[in-house]
């Protein structure tokens, strides 16, 4: 099942299935039409970047989703976004769908978070699992 068509490209991390914007509109479309409320939502402090979803089995949602798929889609978020020549670690937010907003108004991509969290990360090309090319 690829993606070509669709607005976000699709990577499997350790069994989870993870989500990349491919741009401000479709970041949009992902984080508020695609993603459901217990899904975790990623983007990179500051520059501009992609909307990143790592999906929460919707049969059992987990607390908490493994560490290492949270570090390799934050990589990913750090990638796909305008920190991916950085040479130092990059601060991405980590946080539920349900607590990411949009103000009335804003342009396509931009967004408000409730709380969130950090994570720092370097940007890291993702490894051969890409279902968009």
């Known amino acids: 099942m690829g993606s070509k068509g669709r607005g976000y490209r699709s990577y499997e991390i350790e069994g989870f299935e993870v989500l990349v ?28 970047g992609s909307h990143v ?8 949602p987990l607390e908490e989703i493994p560490r290492p798929v949270v570090e390799q889609a934050a990589q990913l978020a750090a990638w796909h976004s305008k920190a991916r020549g950085s040479r130092g670690k990059v601060e991405v937010h980590l946080c ?7 103000r009335k108004g804003a342009p396509a991509g931009e967004v408000l978070l409730k709380r969130w969290s ?16």
């Open 118 to 133: 950090p994570i720092k990360v370097y940007a890291r090309e993702p490894v051969g699992n890409d279902e968009a090319e």
């Open 53 to 60: 979803v790592i999906r929460n089995p919707e049969e059992q």
């Open 21 to 48: 914007g491919k741009g401000d509109a479709e970041n949009d479309r992902l984080t508020f039409g695609v993603a459901a409320p217990h899904d975790l939502w990623l983007h990179v402090a500051g520059p501009a």
């Open 96 to 102: 539920r769908v349900a607590d990411v907003r949009k």
